[in-house]
Antibody, heavy 120, light 109 residues
Framework: EVQLVQSGAEVKKPGESLRISCKGS????????IGWVRQMPGKGLEWMGI????????RYSPSFQGQVTISADKSTNTAYLQWSSLKASDTAIYYC?????????????WGQGTLVTVSS | QSALTQPRSVSGSPGQSVTISCSGT?????????VSWYQQHPGKAPKLMIY???KRPSGVPDRFSGSKSGNTASLTISGLQAEDEADYYC?????????FGGGTKVTVL
């Protein structure tokens, strides 16, 4: 069974750094792109970026370029999303998902989501 | 980049058909065949319903179908059922990155 398991909920203060994770299993982790999607409280989905774990090729949405860093560790089948300085507006649920199409918009399956709360 | 435009809500009675539109531009929906649709129930992760405009992943009922014409993609749910009540999002490739629609709430009357 293809599965993506994300790290647990985080509560951070503005200005702090954070890295959340997404561990894949049940498929060839290095051979398919993994993406990250943000969902702010009560809002819609936002495409953040994707990474190809095989060679760490990464693409970002212009809205998130420079705001977050996406990385992957082939040895542990884990993708990461990180912030160097969190803001209150980063409060959201973050999902990782594997892509199944060539346009990086067909995501299946999805991780369970990681709730990040940034508050002073 | 701007989000794709979807109606805020659509509704229908059980057994009826509803269609959700997803309006983009010639730089995203109009240019590429990479359009997907997601269903999201409250408190749950999204679920892929359609990809590559009209392909259904294994396990998705054939009541769900996708299409595209020009800069607008559409998701049709035929034979509406109570469990179809959820939020639906479209997503399109826009050249090196993707963009989601704002979401549509489907209500089963």
């Amino acid at each position: 069974e293809v599965q993506l398991v994300q790290s647990g909920a985080e509560v951070k203060k503005p200005g702090e750094s954070l890295r959340i994770s997404c561990k894949g299993s049940g498929y060839s982790f290095t051979s398919q792109w993994i993406g990250w999607v943000r969902q702010m409280p009560g809002k819609g989905l936002e495409w953040m970026g994707i990474i190809y774990p095989g060679d760490s090729d990464t693409r970002y949405s212009p809205s998130f370029q420079g705001q977050v860093t996406i990385s992957a560790d082939k040895s542990t089948n884990t993708a990461y999303l990180q912030w160097s300085s969190l803001k209150a507006s980063d409060t959201a649920i973050y999902y990782c998902a594997r892509t199944v199409d060539s346009g990086y918009v067909g995501f299946d399956p999805w991780g369970q989501g990681t709730l990040v709360t940034v508050s002073s | 980049q701007s989000a794709l435009t979807q109606p805020r809500s659509v509704s229908g009675s059980p057994g009826q058909s509803v269609t959700i539109s997803c309006s983009g531009t010639s730089s995203d929906v109009g240019r590429y065949i990479f359009v997907s649709w997601y269903q999201q129930h409250p408190g749950k992760a999204p679920k892929l319903m359609i990809y590559d405009v009209n392909k259904r992943p294994s396990g998705v009922p054939d009541r769900f179908s996708g299409s595209k014409s020009g800069n607008t993609a559409s998701l049709t749910i035929s034979g509406l059922q109570a469990e179809d009540e959820a939020d639906y999002y479209c997503c399109s490739y826009a050249g090196r990155y993707g963009v989601f629609g704002g979401g549509t709430k489907v209500t089963v009357l």
